[in-house]
């Protein structure tokens, strides 16, 4: 999945910025164990507590109170912060309940929000309930987030 992505990044021009709020690092970490990755992913942030999102993202604290930092708000800010802050074209952001703990009846464990934009276009925020423990929360929330990159750029084609 890894080589497609940066490999569809690569023959279309994208400069991809990630912002990581579940994953950790995860989708950064995955692309950049293929050769060349340096050619798409211009950075990378992994913005977990709401000083954080509000000091390098520039997300509002008063959105992140109003909708909490797990929130299709919250992942659109990131995302758009991200594009603000970098030289990159298309951002990937998302942001999670990765578990064991940390979840509510609103906002269960392995509840997810991931959005993909283009520098100047509109941003797609989708909402996931992931199942399973840990690891494989986020292990879907990145396949998904690359699925969802590569569903986005061939619209755009």
């Known amino acids: 999945m890894e080589a497609r992505v940066l490999e569809r990044c690569r023959s279309t021009g994208v400069r991809l910025v990630l912002v990581e709020a579940c994953t950790g690092g995860l989708l950064c970490g995955r692309l950049t164990e293929v050769p060349g990755a340096s050619a798409v992913v211009e950075r990378g942030f992994v913005p977990y507590s709401y000083e954080s999102k509000v000091e390098q993202l520039g997300v509002p604290l008063e959105l992140l109170q109003a909708h909490g930092s797990v929130s299709a708000e919250a992942a659109e800010a990131l995302a758009r912060g991200a594009l603000e802050r970098s030289s990159a074209n298309w951002a990937i952001a998302e942001t999670g309940i990765a578990g064991p703990g940390g979840g509510t009846p609103q906002k269960p464990v392995g509840l997810a929000f991931i959005a993909v934009m283009r520098r100047g276009g509109a941003v797609t925020v989708e909402r996931h309930v992931f ?26 084609s």
């Open 131 to 156: 199942a399973g423990v840990r690891a494989q929360v986020r292990d879907a929330v990145a396949r998904r987030a690359f699925e969802l990159l590569l569903e986005q750029l061939s619209v755009e």
